[in-house]
């Protein structure tokens, strides 16, 4: 079955203390990509990435870190993270033209 | 620079109304992709429809239709005799396949918030 997998689904953490999220998708596709959703801002890119070993800043990527070692992989880095880091976050992969397939979504809260 | 704009942010109906959702999108690329995807009250994205910049005919499916005007950069979304369940974010999103730099990237809208009453 295509899916985009992340983990955790739910995260209660502290400030400061670093914390990643796994993505993981089986299709094969090149692009991998983070949002961030908040209330009446709708979904906002982080950051994506074209293929392996090729990542950049989407429209809010201050705070935030990613890698993409392998194709299939797309985790998202929180080196210290801020109570404005609260968010609903989804990672997406999709092909040239193709539709996204999103993740369940990561509903992270930083106290 | 790509852009999409849901000038609606929130529209309430009664079930059985025709309701639609509005979507304009600017671009500088001739070739690229638009989308609809609904977030029902569970939170998960699924997605609608998928429609290319070369194909201009209006999509039926079911109670859903979509009506693409490449004249007025709008992609709008019509749900007919709505019902409870329609309730959602629904996102219009697109997608350029020109721009080497940034080929896949999906560029969103806001979102238009739903709700159908009963």
């Known amino acids: 079955e295509a899916q985009v997998t992340q983990n955790p689904r739910y995260l209660i953490t502290v400030t400061g203390k670093k914390l990643t999220v796994t993505c993981s998708q089986n299709?094969?596709?090149?692009?991998m990509s983070w949002y961030r959703q908040d209330p009446g801002l709708g979904l906002r890119q982080i950051y994506y990435s074209m293929n392996v070993e090729v990542t950049d800043k989407g429209d809010v990527p201050e705070g935030y870190k990613v890698s993409r070692k392998e194709k299939r992989n797309f985790p998202l880095i929180l080196e210290s993270p801020s109570p404005n880091q609260t968010s609903l976050y989804f990672c997406?992969?999709?092909?040239?033209?193709?539709?996204?397939?999103f993740g369940q979504g990561t509903r992270l809260t930083v106290v | 620079a790509q852009k999409v704009t849901q000038a609606q942010t929130e529209i309430s109906v009664v079930e059985k109304e025709d309701v639609t959702l509005d979507c304009v999108y600017e671009t500088r690329d001739t070739t690229y992709y638009l989308f609809w995807y609904k977030q029902p009250p569970s939170g998960e994205l699924v997605f609608l429809i998928r429609r290319n910049s070369f194909d201009e005919q209006n999509e039926i499916s079911g109670r859903y239709s979509w009506n693409f005007q490449k004249s007025t950069s709008s992609f709008n979304f019509t749900i007919t005799a709505s019902q409870v369940v329609d309730s959602a974010v629904y996102f219009c999103?697109?997608?350029?396949?020109?721009?080497?730099?940034?080929?896949?990237?999906?560029?969103f809208g806001r979102g238009t918030q739903l709700t159908v009453w009963p």
């Open positions: 299709m094969n596709h090149e692009y």
């Open positions: 999103a697109l997608s350029d396949l020109d721009r080497g730099s940034t080929l896949g990237r999906l560029y």
């Open positions: 997406a992969s999709n092909g040239q033209g193709t539709e996204a397939f």
